[in-house]
């Protein structure tokens, strides 16, 4: 699978005017690869993620090029488009209290991924969600299929998130912040299960958060967003070893370093409008 965004600009049309939220967006998934959006609060990555499966809301407006496997999304159709959301690319969203039906049980949740893209067996079915229970963490304890989203805690649900977006076998996985609302721990051992899913399936990951160090563990690759602009991108290593952007020094810098004494304030970031 290879993923092209060329040129992708992003604005919304709200009462105050037209809002900017990308501008100019060009990078490239190779097959296989995991590639870390990272940025601010605000810098245009959810809005990036949601215009590669056509899910912004009504008020945006899109220009630019999204190709997957050199097939143009942005031309097909919204029929089209459904054979490819969760099949052939799956989602983990920002925020899973909302991406999780809390009134359908979780077992029900996962199969209805399975049947939006194929008809199976009952037995094959259970096959597949066995075999995607077991590559999410969830283990092999079938009754967790008859609770509700509210029965379980946080760090399962964001499990059952990555479920229903594995369960086709994607080649793609866009994973929105899938670790913020959850503890250090429980966020290394997702990131690691999403890392281990990769290596078996062999799928690509965009990768998206604000925790640079965190992407930086994971991805091979880097894209530094900054107020709706990727200011900078290329291997992981190149770029932490030699940032060239202010906006990726600032991160870098404010990290702690090893040894350091962390009684000590950290340094503040510099945010200056000539970043742009
Ligand atoms: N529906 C909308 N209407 C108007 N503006 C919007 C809408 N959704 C997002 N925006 C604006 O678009 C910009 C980019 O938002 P986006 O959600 O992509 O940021 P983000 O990088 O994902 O931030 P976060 O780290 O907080 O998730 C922001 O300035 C935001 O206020
Ligand atoms: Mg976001």
């Known amino acids: 699978m290879t ?34 959006l990272v940025g601010e609060s605000g810098s245009g990555k959810s809005a990036t993620a949601q215009a590669i499966l056509r ?11 999204i190709r997957l496997n050199g097939e143009e999304l942005t031309a097909y159709s919204e029929h089209a488009l459904r054979a490819i959301r969760g099949k052939q690319i799956g989602m983990i969203f920002q925020d899973p209290h909302s991406a999780l039906n809390p009134t359908m049980k979780i077992g029900k949740q996962i ?36 609770l509700y989203p509210f029965q379980i805690s946080g760090g399962m649900k964001q499990r059952v998130m990555i479920a229903v977006a594995i369960v086709n076998q994607p080649q793609l996985l866009i994973a929105d ?73 600032s991160l870098l810098n404010v990290r702690p370093k090893p040894g350091q004494d962390r009684t000590k304030p950290l340094p503040v970031i510099e945010m200056e409008g000539a970043f742009r």
């Open 3 to 36: 993923l092209e965004i060329e040129r992708l600009s992003i604005s919304y049309r709200t009462m105050n005017g037209i809002v900017k939220a990308v501008e100019d967006v060009s990078f490239m998934i190779q097959p296989g690869q995991c590639t870390g």
């Open 55 to 65: 899910l912004l809301p009504g008020n945006a407006m899109v220009t630019g090029s």
């Open 111 to 146: 199969k209805e991924a399975i049947q939006a893209h194929a008809s199976l067996t009952q037995w094959q079915m259970e096959q597949q969600v066995k075999k995607t229970m077991g590559l999410a963490g969830l283990g092999n304890d079938l009754s967790l299929l008859n």
């Open 177 to 249: 912040e899938p670790t913020t609302a959850l503890d250090a721990a429980l966020q290394t051992d997702i990131l690691k299960e999403i890392k281990t899913i990769q290596d078996s399936t062999g799928m690509s990951v965009l990768l998206i958060s604000h925790d640079l160090d965190l992407v930086q563990t994971y991805c091979s690759n880097l894209c530094m967003m900054y107020r709706g602009r990727l200011v900078e991108q290329g291997p992981n290593a190149a770029i932490i070893n030699a940032p060239q952007h202010p906006y990726t020094r």
